[in-house]
């Protein structure tokens, strides 16, 4: 591993990475969650590969931040996240994501899609560790040696039997990290999440490990560097609950529900200007779902937007139904991020 990826994951600070999430975590909510702060790493959707070499265009869409050094507007780095089961064409469109600028290629190994596990990607390979093996040393090979490239997996398909193999295979492959969701495929997202399995493939590897599932709260954070052992964490749906969390556990600001709202109205306008009403309005509805299970106010509103088609009818009944005059008197944020604008 390079040495500044090296000083990365071994120097004092521990590391929180904001996980990947198809349809949810775009290059819009990479670039808020990273400018509020606290997150140290992001990865982009999945970017499904079959038997070819993909256009430039494919890239560019799930990974605009390619135009600027592969980073978020805050400077966070972005990692390319590949998801298919054919060694060869992985490796060839790693190759081609490095030469748009790609800081790293991580690999999926994780997805529990039906659509995605018959086509022969994602968890299915958990199956069998040899071939997380034959795709981890192939994406090495034909990435040049500067760039990491790490493997994101769950314990298993079914069972959790192959979790410590999972993790070898991966580290004999090449990987420069792994990063473990504690879950079987067949366990989907049902709490709980089962650190302790993440302990035992920590200990049978030397590459660094990133645990990750059901981390919504400091004190989930706390348990789960102990139970894992493991320094750095990766977070999904709790920086979508709590967009503060990472930040908090930095020692920053815990957040409040009118800020919570600034960074969510700017975000639907980002999304709004980027991609039109409709996008912006299921986006909306969809983050402010999740904003429910941390905040009741986003809770009780989600009720009286959900029916609405028009972002623009979202934030102004979240700002009726919220009666804040904070929101009178701030300045709005109406900005897209660099590198979305250039697409
Ligand atoms: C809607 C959704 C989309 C996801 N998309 C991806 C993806 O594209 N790539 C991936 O490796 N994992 C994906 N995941 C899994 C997450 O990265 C993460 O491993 C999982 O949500 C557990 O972490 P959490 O409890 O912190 O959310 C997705 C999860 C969800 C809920």
Redesign the pocket.
């Known amino acids: 591993m390079p040495g500044d990826w090296s000083s990365f994951w071994n120097g004092p600070e521990d590391r929180v990475m904001l996980?990947?999430?198809?349809?949810?975590v775009d290059a819009m909510m990479r670039d808020t969650l990273t400018q509020i702060g606290g997150v140290d790493l992001c990865v982009t959707?999945?970017i499904r590969v079959t038997d070819r070499l993909l256009p430039e265009s494919e890239f560019f869409k799930d990974c605009p931040e390619l135009r600027s050094a592969d980073r978020t507007r805050s400077g966070v780095p972005v990692l390319v996240?590949l998801l298919g089961g054919q060694p060869g064409p992985l490796g060839e469109n790693a190759a081609r994501a490095a030469e748009l600028g790609a800081l790293g290629i991580d690999l999926?190994f994780?997805?529990p899609a039906k659509t995605v596990n018959r086509h022969d990607g994602g968890a299915t390979l958990l199956k069998n560790p040899e071939r997380i093996f034959d795709v981890v040393s192939s994406v090495r090979r034909a990435t040049p040696a500067h760039l990491p490239v790490s493997a994101?997996v769950r314990l298993g398909f079914s069972d959790k039997i192959f979790h410590v193999e999972i993790a070898k295979a991966a580290e004999e492959g090449g990987a420069s990290w792994l990063t473990v969701?504690a879950r079987t495929r067949d366990e989907g997202?049902r709490p709980p999440a089962h650190w302790e399995f993440i302990a035992r493939m920590r200990e049978a590897v030397s590459m660094t490990v990133i645990a990750?599932?059901?981390?919504w709260t400091l004190e989930d954070a706390q348990r789960a560097r102990e139970v894992s052992g493991c320094r750095h964490i990766m977070?999904?749906?709790?920086l979508l609950s709590d967009p503060f969390l990472a930040r908090a556990l930095k020692g920053g600001d815990p957040g409040t529900w009118p800020e919570a709202f600034e960074w969510f109205e700017r975000y639907v306008q980002m999304s709004q200007n980027e991609r039109g009403p409709h996008f912006a309005s299921a986006r909306a509805k969809q983050w402010l779902k999740s904003l429910g299970r941390r905040y009741n106010e986003a809770q009780a509103v989600f009720e009286d937007v959900k029916r609405l088609s028009h972002s623009d009818e979202i934030l102004e009944g979240v700002r009726q139904s919220c009666h804040v005059d904070f929101l009178a008197t701030r300045p709005k944020v109406n900005e897209a991020p660099a590198a979305a604008q250039e697409t």
């Open positions: 996980a990947p999430m198809e349809g949810v959707e999945f996240q999926n994780g997805c994101k969701h997202y990750n599932g059901d981390i977070i999904g749906r709790g």
